[in-house]
């Protein structure tokens, strides 16, 4: 969700504030812009930034290794209705998948995105439905969600069982002309709403609606899109973009019960793409690896690093070139050119961008099972 300019006077503030300093707008539709300097973040050069493309309107990613080796970056492209599908290694753009429409491998306004063994799942959000594809064909295999979800966003899902999967859909519907009001307290027990996922005999996708989740009180979700989950920790980030209140990552259990924390990092506008880095266990046997999360800022993105177990902060990075970052995805396995993993983000709605995990952890003096 992009943040508009301010007036001059406030934008000229905005430059000497602190680069940490929260930003507060009196509504939804009163977004701010956040310009901030480098400060404490470390300095990590993309290993490559694809060529821009006016005109799609790039937010959430993808990563799919392909039988021959290689690894895709599908992205979802909101205003041109379809996918782009880019090598994920040298952000070369190689083909685009579908266009505005209903029938089944068409889209409406496409924005959450993810991928379970050859199945890729594309939330859209004005046509009010999960749809499922088969991978590499993109052969469009049914959808799922219409009867409940009403403006959906963001999407993760894990194997609870051989075949079966748990889904969750951000659902972050607004009320008035201009769908720039937040619902009344009680409807925010909605924000998330889960599926459970089987496949039939015939490959196709079977889906029951569980119900939905949202705290109503202090873990409130007013404006919701990225989440990310942890089934070993069995946490769950969501991302609260809020503009009238500070955003942060609300920090839920796999339940759907609110823990009463969110994340102690201060974001400077909007907590946006947020991904688990998972490095196996470490030398005590514990779940070893990171949380990062994506802070939408300009001139550079802000990329703020936790620690899995605790949430603390550990970190903070930024690229040379990467700005207003809506999605992301971590590859965490090694890949040709990428030995530690890497790290995909969404440039300034046009172009995707890649980072070396093992850049990152040499820039801000992580080790552990991560950099083995």
């Known amino acids: 969700m992009r943040l508009a300019f301010l007036t001059a006077t406030l934008f000229a503030s905005l430059l000497l504030a602190a680069c940490a300093s929260r930003v507060q707008s009196q509504s939804v539709t009163d977004h701010v812009r956040v310009v901030a300097e480098a400060g404490d973040a470390a300095v990590v050069p993309e290993r490559y930034v694809s060529a821009p493309a006016i005109g799609d309107e790039l937010d959430s990613l993808a990563t799919w290794p392909t039988d021959e080796g290689g690894l895709w970056l599908v992205a979802t492209a909101k205003s041109s209705h379809r996918l782009v599908v880019h090598d994920a290694l040298d952000g070369t753009r190689l083909r685009t998948v579908g266009g505005e429409g209903l029938e089944p491998g068409r889209f409406k306004r496409p924005n959450g995105i993810t991928a379970w063994g050859d199945h890729l799942f594309v939330v859209e959000r004005d ?125 839920y259990g796999l339940d759907g019960g609110y823990t009463g924390a969110d994340v102690q990092t201060e974001f400077a506008a909007e907590a946006e793409g947020v991904a688990l880095w998972d490095c196996g266990v470490d030398d005590e046997g514990l779940p070893a690896g990171y ?46 050119g990428f030995p530690h993993g890497a790290l995909f983000a969404v440039h300034d709605d046009r172009s995707v961008a890649a980072f070396d995990l093992g850049d990152v952890a040499r820039a801000l003096g992580l080790g552990g099972a991560c950099v083995r």
């Not at 119900?211 to 007013?222: M, N, V």
């Not at 990329?303 to 590859?331: M, P, Q, S």
Request: proline content about 7%; hydrophobic content about 40%.
């Open 127 to 251: 046509a009010r439905r999960v749809q499922v594809f088969r991978l590499p064909e993109f052969e469009p295999l049914g959808s799922f969600g219409q009867p409940e979800l009403r403006s959906p966003y963001g999407i993760w899902l894990r194997e609870v069982a051989p075949g079966e999967l748990e889904v969750l859909v951000t659902d972050s519907f607004m009320l008035g002309t201009h769908h720039d009001i937040v619902p009344p307290v009680a409807e925010l027990g909605e924000r998330v709403r889960r599926y459970r996922l089987e496949f039939d005999d015939d490959g196709l996708p079977l889906a029951r609606y569980l119900g939905a989740f949202g705290d109503t009180g202090a873990g409130k979700l007013h404006m919701v899109e990225s989440l990310a989950g942890d089934p070993v920790t069995r946490v769950l980030l969501v991302a609260d973009e809020y503009p009238s209140t500070a955003s942060t990552l609300r920090v």
């Open 291 to 336: 949380w990062i999360a994506a802070d939408q800022l300009t001139p550079n993105t802000r990329f703020h690093v936790l620690a899995r177990r605790t949430l603390a902060h550990v970190g903070t990075f930024r690229g040379e070139t990467v700005a207003w970052t809506d999605g992301i995805a971590l590859h965490a396995a090694s890949a040709p």
